[in-house]
């Protein structure tokens, strides 16, 4: 008996289930022929003394009858003591063939024990023949019967019973033809035949019934574990509904949040700003009342951008809000008015005052300037800061709420342009408005000025009067604005080192002008230096370094013909990052100078310490040089300390005869103004050059 096989056209059922299936049908039909084999030979055992004692009385060989009971009793035995063994051991597939084959060797000698009463131990008599055959049929009969869980024991049984006694009747009758020994073992070849197709059907309904009974139990298996499984399901996907709304919801909320909040400060942002604000105006338009719309703005924190990037600027900025917040709920708390803290741009605060309590409001607005009394600390460095804020009111100076928040912004616009005005409260007048759209226009334009190529300079030469020549030029920025013409440096210098364009617009002026140097070295005018204003904002850039020392090397200008012009108060106020700057600068010869000295509060150290090679007298003390007997002891002083340090001297804004008589009476060589020419475009600066190459003899128009 192979490992027995369960219907496979079973759709519900895996491969895997029904191998399982076979194997617990194969362990079930052993068990099932064991436990008969035992019970068998147990009543063998007790049975065999009675077809023994029978013969014994029909004088058939008492030595073959006992020793036929010994053999009986000895398989007996030993098949009982088998099966009790195999009922102990835990089965695995690997063993069946071997329980197979033993359960067969195990019928085979029982009942061949039983068969050979057919051939050693027939009486002589009718009477003792017929009990064999009797006793024959019977066990036969009991073997097909009990071997029915298995068809190849069945078979191997009935055979082993019957064949030895079929065998003898033939035998019998081959010798005796006119007995009936042969019709006798040709019917007990019949019966044989019968019993094994009984058998076989037998074996066939008891192995139908298991598999049934089996796929039945297991079908059951897997529905009860199908429908634990589904309700494990359904727990976990109603669980997994339940996770995925409330993550829905926390993400629509936090969607939501971050569309009316300020991602770094968490704040409310300029949308959630204009809905307030809308809300006030609303409410005030309705119970007639004014409320307050104040704009809190740090001083230079795009200087603090260029100069340490981002990631410190965004440090400073989250702890100004949480100072203001703290602030705005101290406010709250004991103030008449609420007060709603916002914010617009980078830099920009905004604060809700409603309603407006007159007697009260100075003084609480006042106090926000505390909040920057403690320096911020941030990576071992103390930032010292300061604030503006802009005041506007509803409805005087405005009704609308884009409205109001620009003219809160223009009132800090006009601030800016007051060096005291810091710290410091600044109220919106009508007249702003206008002044601050200008001013935001030209913002906006300045953006794009550069990649729009609307930048050009001109040069003005400047000029040593004691030998006549022409000594160098100054690079002098203009902006060829699209719709407001040309403006003038005064004019946008200021707005870009506040927003920080001055950094590439700086650098663009410094590229420009040593290329245009350059070419006119090519062109055989190699004496001429040129001077660039170098701005604080540039200079506190941390790679400021890099950048002048890659134009100079991408230009391939000598540096000793490039000379950086700084203000007074710009290079007297620059620490030790940036003295060795101009150290490391000094080193490859770029020469530096100071632009309208005399106008700070520089003194002979700080000369010495920077190596100076040259002071602009400011064009503010020479132009009324004739006049004006202070000024010319201001220049005369500044002619005499650079003789002392041996520092060249140039007097700027020179206009007329007598002011430049005057200059080089008292030992002033450098000469730069519109006595001798106006800043010129690079080609007229080529004409002019070439034309005074060998001496200027006369003054220019």
């Given at each position: 008996?192979?490992?027995?096989k369960?219907?496979?056209?079973?759709?519900?059922?895996?491969?895997?289930e029904?191998k399982?299936?076979?194997?617990?049908l194969?362990?079930?039909?052993?068990?099932?022929?064991y436990?008969?084999?035992?019970?068998?030979?147990?009543?063998?055992?007790?049975?065999?003394?009675i077809?023994?004692?029978?013969?014994?009385?029909?004088?058939?060989?008492?030595?073959?009858?006992?020793?036929?009971y010994?053999?009986?009793?000895?398989?007996?035995?030993s098949?009982?003591?088998?099966?009790?063994?195999?009922q102990?051991q835990?089965?695995?597939?690997?063993?069946?063939?071997?329980?197979?084959?033993a359960?067969?060797?195990?019928v085979?000698?029982?009942?061949?024990?039983?068969?050979?009463l057919?051939i050693f131990?027939?009486?002589?008599?009718?009477?003792?023949q017929?009990?064999?055959?009797?006793?024959?049929?019977i066990?036969?009969?009991s073997?097909?019967?009990?071997?029915?869980?298995d068809?190849v024991?069945?078979?191997?049984?009935?055979?082993?019973?019957?064949?030895p006694?079929i065998?003898?009747?033939?035998?019998?009758?081959?010798i005796?033809?006119?007995?009936l020994?042969?019709?006798?073992?040709?019917?007990?070849i019949?019966?044989?035949?019968?019993?094994?197709?009984?058998?076989?059907?037998?074996?066939?309904?008891?192995k139908?019934s298991?598999?049934?009974?089996?796929?039945n139990?297991?079908?059951?298996?897997k529905?009860?574990?199908?429908n634990?499984?589904?309700?494990?399901?359904n727990?976990?996907?109603?669980?997994?509904?339940k996770?995925?709304?409330?993550?829905l919801e926390?993400a629509?909320?936090?969607?939501?949040?971050?569309?009316?909040?300020?991602?770094?400060?968490?704040?409310?942002?300029?949308?959630?700003?204009?809905?307030n604000?809308n809300?006030y105006?609303?409410?005030s338009?309705k119970?007639k009342?004014?409320?307050?719309?104040?704009?809190?703005?740090?001083k230079?924190?795009g200087?603090?951008?260029?100069?340490?990037?981002?990631?410190i600027a965004?440090?400073?900025i989250?702890?100004?809000?949480?100072?203001?917040?703290?602030k705005i709920?101290?406010?709250?708390?004991?103030?008449?008015?609420?007060?709603?803290?916002?914010i617009?741009?980078?830099?920009?605060?905004?604060?809700?005052?409603d309603?407006?309590?007159s007697?009260?409001?100075?003084?609480?607005?006042?106090?926000?300037f505390?909040?920057?009394?403690?320096p911020?600390?941030?990576?071992?460095?103390d930032?010292?800061?300061?604030?503006?804020i802009?005041?506007?009111?509803?409805?005087e100076?405005?009704?609308?709420?884009d409205e109001?928040?620009?003219?809160?912004?223009?009132?800090?616009?006009?601030?800016?342009?007051?060096?005291?005005?810091?710290?410091?409260?600044?109220?919106?007048?009508?007249?702003l408005?206008e002044?601050?759209?200008?001013?935001?226009?030209?913002?906006?334009?300045?953006?794009?000025?550069?990649q729009?190529k609307?930048?050009?300079?001109?040069y003005?030469?400047i000029?040593?009067?004691?030998?006549?020549?022409?000594?160098?030029?100054?690079?002098?920025?203009r902006?060829?604005h699209?719709?407001?013409g040309?403006?003038?440096?005064?004019?946008?210098?200021?707005?870009?080192e506040q927003?920080?364009l001055?950094?590439?617009?700086?650098?663009?002026?410094?590229?420009?002008?040593c290329?245009?140097?350059?070419?006119?070295?090519?062109?055989?005018?190699?004496?001429?230096?040129?001077?660039?204003?170098?701005?604080?904002?540039?200079l506190?850039?941390?790679?400021?370094l890099?950048?002048?020392?890659?134009i100079?090397k991408?230009t391939?200008?000598d540096?000793?013909?490039?000379?950086?012009?700084l203000?007074?108060?710009?290079?007297?106020?620059?620490?030790?990052?940036?003295?060795?700057?101009f150290?490391?600068?000094?080193k490859?010869?770029?020469?530096?100078?100071?632009?309208?000295f005399?106008?700070?509060?520089?003194?002979l150290?700080?000369?010495?310490?920077?190596s100076?090679?040259?002071?602009?007298?400011?064009?503010s003390?020479?132009?009324?040089?004739?006049?004006?007997?202070?000024?010319?002891?201001?220049?005369n002083?500044?002619?005499?300390?650079?003789?002392?340090?041996?520092?060249?001297?140039l007097?700027?804004?020179v206009?007329?005869?007598?002011?430049?008589?005057?200059l080089?009476?008292n030992?002033c060589?450098?000469?730069?103004?519109?006595y001798?020419?106006?800043?010129?475009?690079v080609?007229?600066?080529?004409?002019?050059?070439i034309?005074?190459?060998?001496g200027?003899?006369e003054?220019?128009?």
């Amino acid at each position: 008996m192979a490992i027995a096989k369960a219907p496979m056209d079973i759709e519900q059922l895996s491969p895997a289930e029904v191998k399982a299936i076979n194997l617990k049908l194969t362990y079930e039909l052993l068990d099932k022929i064991y436990s008969v084999l035992k019970r068998a030979c147990l009543i063998t055992m007790l049975t065999c003394f009675i077809p023994a004692w029978a013969l014994y009385h029909q004088n058939v060989d008492t030595t073959l009858l006992f020793g036929w009971y010994a053999i009986m009793l000895v398989i007996s035995t030993s098949c009982v003591l088998f099966s009790i063994y195999f009922q102990k051991q835990q089965h695995t597939p690997e063993t069946v063939d071997f329980w197979v084959l033993a359960i067969r060797i195990c019928v085979f000698w029982s009942t061949l024990a039983w068969g050979s009463l057919g051939i050693f131990l027939v009486p002589s008599t009718a009477a003792g023949q017929n009990f064999v055959l009797f006793f024959v049929i019977i066990v036969a009969s009991s073997i097909a019967l009990g071997t029915s869980t298995d068809y190849v024991s069945s078979i191997i049984g009935i055979t082993c019973a019957l064949l030895p006694y079929i065998g003898w009747q033939i035998h019998q009758g081959v010798i005796n033809p006119t007995s009936l020994h042969l019709q006798t073992g040709v019917t007990l070849i019949a019966y044989m035949f019968t019993l094994l197709i009984i058998s076989f059907v037998g074996y066939r309904l008891v192995k139908k019934s298991a598999e049934l009974s089996f796929i039945n139990v297991t079908l059951k298996e897997k529905l009860a574990n199908a429908n634990t499984v589904l309700a494990q399901a359904n727990e976990i996907l109603d669980q997994k509904v339940k996770e995925r709304t409330e993550d829905l919801e926390k993400a629509v909320k936090e969607v939501t949040y971050l569309a009316t909040h300020d991602n770094l400060t968490r704040l409310s942002n300029h949308r959630e700003l204009l809905d307030n604000l809308n809300s006030y105006i609303e409410r005030s338009a309705k119970n007639k009342q004014t409320f307050a719309v104040a704009c809190f703005s740090i001083k230079d924190l795009g200087v603090i951008i260029d100069c340490y990037g981002y990631t410190i600027a965004n440090k400073i900025i989250l702890e100004i809000s949480t100072r203001l917040k703290s602030k705005i709920e101290e406010l709250n708390s004991t103030s008449n008015s609420h007060y709603n803290l916002a914010i617009s741009r980078r830099d920009d605060f905004f604060i809700l005052i409603d309603p407006l309590n007159s007697t009260e409001f100075s003084e609480k607005v006042n106090c926000l300037f505390s909040i920057l009394k403690e320096p911020i600390s941030i990576r071992e460095r103390d930032f010292k800061l300061d604030a503006y804020i802009g005041i506007c009111f509803y409805p005087e100076h405005g009704q609308a709420a884009d409205e109001l928040l620009a003219n809160s912004e223009a009132a800090i616009s006009s601030a800016r342009q007051n060096v005291y005005a810091h710290n410091k409260v600044s109220l919106y007048r009508n007249e702003l408005g206008e002044k601050f759209r200008y001013r935001l226009q030209l913002e906006d334009n300045l953006r794009d000025a550069i990649q729009n190529k609307e930048f050009f300079l001109e040069y003005q030469p400047i000029v040593n009067a004691m030998e006549n020549k022409v000594h160098g030029m100054e690079a002098l920025v203009r902006w060829a604005h699209p719709r407001l013409g040309l403006l003038s440096p005064n004019i946008f210098i200021s707005l870009a080192e506040q927003n920080g364009l001055i950094i590439p617009l700086g650098e663009w002026i410094l590229r420009q002008a040593c290329e245009d140097t350059k070419n006119l070295h090519k062109q055989g005018l190699t004496d001429i230096k040129v001077s660039v204003n170098l701005s604080a904002v540039q200079l506190k850039s941390t790679n400021i370094l890099q950048i002048i020392l890659q134009i100079l090397k991408e230009t391939e200008l000598d540096p000793k013909y490039l000379d950086l012009e700084l203000t007074e108060t710009t290079a007297f106020a620059s620490n030790e990052e940036i003295v060795d700057i101009f150290k490391e600068l000094k080193k490859i010869g770029v020469s530096l100078s100071i632009d309208d000295f005399g106008t700070g509060h520089s003194n002979l150290d700080q000369l010495k310490k920077f190596s100076i090679d040259k002071i602009k007298i400011d064009g503010s003390f020479v132009r009324d040089l004739i006049t004006n007997k202070d000024n010319q002891v201001i220049i005369n002083h500044c002619v005499n300390l650079g003789k002392s340090l041996n520092i060249s001297v140039l007097a700027e804004c020179v206009e007329t005869k007598e002011q430049l008589n005057y200059l080089k009476a008292n030992g002033c060589p450098l000469i730069q103004g519109y006595y001798f020419s106006k800043p010129l475009g690079v080609h007229k600066l080529l004409d002019y050059l070439i034309t005074h190459k060998n001496g200027i003899k006369e003054a220019s128009s």
